[in-house]
């Protein structure tokens, strides 16, 4: 803040450098900068580009009122009624400053005042004499920050910005509104800036910089990425109807997925961990390439509501203005249609739609979306993975000529066809970020701790039981598949829910809620359970005097804001959920996860991992607690070994998949170690999900998430 900076109430630049010392300062702790000037040239622009750079970070801007040394052949131009931004001869005078910058700038400084020229953050105006006398110039040289507490800084002087004035005897009075006796100073400062810009000065006009003008500017850019970042005010009100800007500073693996995509010619898959940033990388790509065809009718699907609205804030920061086509909005039909026409016959430069994955696989979203020119259509699916479902494949636009897929898990597990209908669509991944390369630089490392948990004796016999039904049900299928196939769904997922609810589950629940309020407070707890136990888990953890709620598709979808909220400040402790937080959730603040229930596919363990690894404030390090159900080796009755290894194979893709990536490797797979030696299953301990994935289609076996 401007109060902070201990300012002296006069600068000399015999003692100070004035631009350093002073102006670059004041601000680059302000949220608005207006100057009057007589003279600048570039060359003071580059020397003060960064605070300019920073007061853009801040959400700010800075206006430059200044003379434009016009001579009097231009001062008759003037005169014939054009208005400056249309005025041939002052957009010529003006370029010529505006070369020299091309030429005095260093290539950074050159990018970023660009950028800020474009984005409306930089404004000049000229003060022109009103009677047009050619020997009359502005000459003022007057200065006023103001910072976000409203605390402000004037300063009057000799100073022009300019490089020969850096080298002149120059100095600056400061006045400072929070100093006894300096407010009036102040205020009269702004007061007559302020009127020279509302053309209320009686000895200038003041008009603004050319359009033109202001798009040989633009044409400095070196980069289409910002050298700074906006904050969101700005970033909600981009300069223009049909501005799209990437309103941040993409990291250089961003970068680079950026240009593989347009290198593939705009198709294909972003293979990147949870967390690593695929959404604004997505349409970082989208508004790149909208900036090489300046035209783009951009189709963006999700799989729930909720992840349909994070789109729609993020496109808004890109400079779309999004229409949602889902079950909320029982218009989108019309308002679709409305809007796809309107940008045909009405020039609009971009469209960008958004609907969720059931919406888009409709045939009334497919009819209306093949009024597009195929030319200018993009698709653009998050959690492209579920597409290959054959309910939704419908959704993959066949007249899409561009065309980008994102996930943490591209492979449909136990699905060879539905993963080639995703590698058809998309042709190739072009662009991979997995999880140990994330791990410390983009996500937070993590501990895994997993809990073997044995089967009473009870749900043993019954898992015994279902194991051998479902063989001689799996065997009976390979002949009749219409009559047989419902049972043995109907007997997988019997077997698999027996799992999930297993009883001793719940007393290692309570043995780890005790732990974590042995070190404290508990804050930022995800806990999955299987479907149906919402309710019993949380009256676990609530009877322990934890602050919980349950957080499943029975709530509406603005108690399930509200819930992340209060989760994200800490006033609910912990969230229950099935599989509402399963994908694309921001929940940034999570620490810690207690996996009670999974289903043997990667997409869901590994998005749900990807939730407590998102980095933030004061985050170290978060923790995985994994229930995993495998034969007892310490019991009198030991399970049939056959059944006790393909209990084990279904559990172990989950195991293989966390400890790999975590910083306690060793100590995790300790705990399993013993039970795979016992069963000569040691070799499973290296393999990752897919490897085991392998060997059970090999060993003839199936789960319910094979046939879902």
């Not at 598949?481 to 109907?490: D, G, H, I």
Request: aromatic residues 8%; proline residues 4%; glycine residues 6%.
């Amino acid at each position: 803040m401007l109060r902070d900076l201990g300012l002296r109430d006069v600068y000399d630049s015999a003692e100070t450098n004035l631009t350093e010392d002073l102006m670059v300062p004041c601000i680059s702790n302000s949220i608005s900068y207006i100057r009057g000037v007589g003279f600048f040239t570039s060359g003071w622009l580059a020397l003060a580009a960064k605070g300019i750079v920073r007061l853009a970070s801040n959400g700010g801007k800075a206006i430059f009122i200044v003379s434009p040394h016009i001579e009097e052949s231009d001062w008759v131009a003037m005169q014939r009624g054009m208005l400056a931004k249309d005025s041939h001869e002052l957009r010529d005078l003006l370029c010529k400053n505006i070369d020299a910058l091309r030429e005095t700038l260093e290539r950074d400084t050159q990018n970023a005042l660009a950028w800020l020229i474009a984005d409306g953050i930089l404004e000049f105006y000229f003060a022109i004499p009103r009677d047009r006398d050619p020997y009359c110039d502005y000459h003022d040289k007057v200065g006023l920050c103001t910072d976000q507490d409203d605390d402000r800084v004037a300063f009057h002087g000799s100073f022009n910005d300019s490089i020969k004035g850096t080298m002149n005897g120059e100095a600056f009075s400061v006045f400072r509104s929070w100093d006894p006796g300096q407010q009036s100073y102040v205020d009269l400062h702004e007061k007559r800036l302020k009127k020279l810009i509302g053309n209320e000065n009686s000895q200038f006009e003041v008009v603004g910089i050319p359009e033109a003008v202001k798009q040989k500017f633009v044409q400095l850019r070196t980069s289409t990425f910002r050298p700074y970042k906006r904050n969101s005010e700005v970033n909600d009100t981009p300069d223009g109807d049909d501005a799209i800007v990437i309103p941040v500073e993409l990291h250089e693996y961003q970068k680079s997925a950026v240009q593989a995509w347009i290198d593939n010619g705009c198709v294909g898959i972003y293979d990147m961990a949870t967390g690593t940033g695929k959404t604004i990388t997505s349409l970082a790509a989208a508004a790149t390439l909208f900036r090489q065809r300046q035209k783009l009718v951009l189709v963006i699907l999700a799989p729930y509501l909720h992840l349909v609205e994070q789109w729609v804030e993020e496109t808004k920061k890109f400079g779309f203005r999004p229409l949602c086509c889902s079950s909320e909005n029982s218009k989108w039909e019309s308002q679709l249609y409305d809007t796809i026409d309107a940008s045909k016959f009405g020039g609009q430069k971009h469209l960008c739609i958004i609907a969720t994955h059931v919406t888009s696989a409709t045939q009334r979203f497919s009819d209306a979306i093949k009024r597009c020119d195929s030319k200018h259509l993009m698709l653009l699916v998050d959690e492209t993975h579920a597409l290959g479902a054959e309910n939704l494949r419908k959704a993959l636009l066949p007249n899409a000529t561009f065309r980008l897929g994102l996930s943490a898990t591209p492979k449909r597990w136990y699905d060879v066809e539905g993963t080639t209908v995703l590698t058809d669509y998309y042709r190739s991944v072009v662009f991979e970020m997995p999880i140990e390369k994330a791990i410390g630089r983009f996500l937070t490392p993590y501990e895994y701790h997993p809990i073997p948990v044995s089967l009473n004796s009870a749900e043993l016999q019954e898992y015994i039981e279902l194991t051998q039904k479902i063989g001689l049900a799996a065997t009976k299928n390979k002949s009749d598949k219409r009559e047989v196939l419902p049972q043995l769904n109907a007997l997988l997922i019997k077997r698999s829910r027996l799992i999930m609810r297993a009883e001793g589950k719940y007393e290692n629940l309570q043995q780890i809620l005790r732990r974590l309020l042995q070190q404290g407070p508990v804050r930022h707890l995800l806990v999955y359970c299987a479907p149906g136990e919402a309710d019993h888990v949380v009256k676990i953890i609530s009877d322990a005097g934890i602050q919980c709620h349950r957080f499943t598709h029975e709530e509406s979808l603005e108690t399930r804001k509200q819930l992340l909220r209060s989760f994200q400040t800490g006033n609910t402790s912990a969230l229950v959920a099935i599989k509402c937080l399963d994908e694309g959730v921001d929940v940034p603040a999570s620490k810690a996860a207690i996996f009670l229930a999974s289903t043997t596919n990667p997409r869901e363990f590994v998005q749900r991992r990807g939730r407590i690894l998102r980095r933030a404030e004061g985050k170290d390090f978060a923790t995985v607690y994994d229930m995993l159900v495998l034969p007892d080796i310490k019991d009198d009755v030991i399970m049939d070994s056959d059944i006790a290894k393909s209990l084990i194979r279904r559990e172990m893709p989950r195991f293989a998949e966390f400890v790999h990536a975590a910083k306690n490797a060793y100590a995790a797979k300790s705990v399993v170690m013993p039970i795979l030696d016992h069963f000569g299953m040691t070799h499973c301990m290296g393999l990752r999900p897919w490897d085991i994935h392998r060997m059970m289609v090999e060993c003839s076996e199936i789960e319910a998430d094979s046939l879902s």
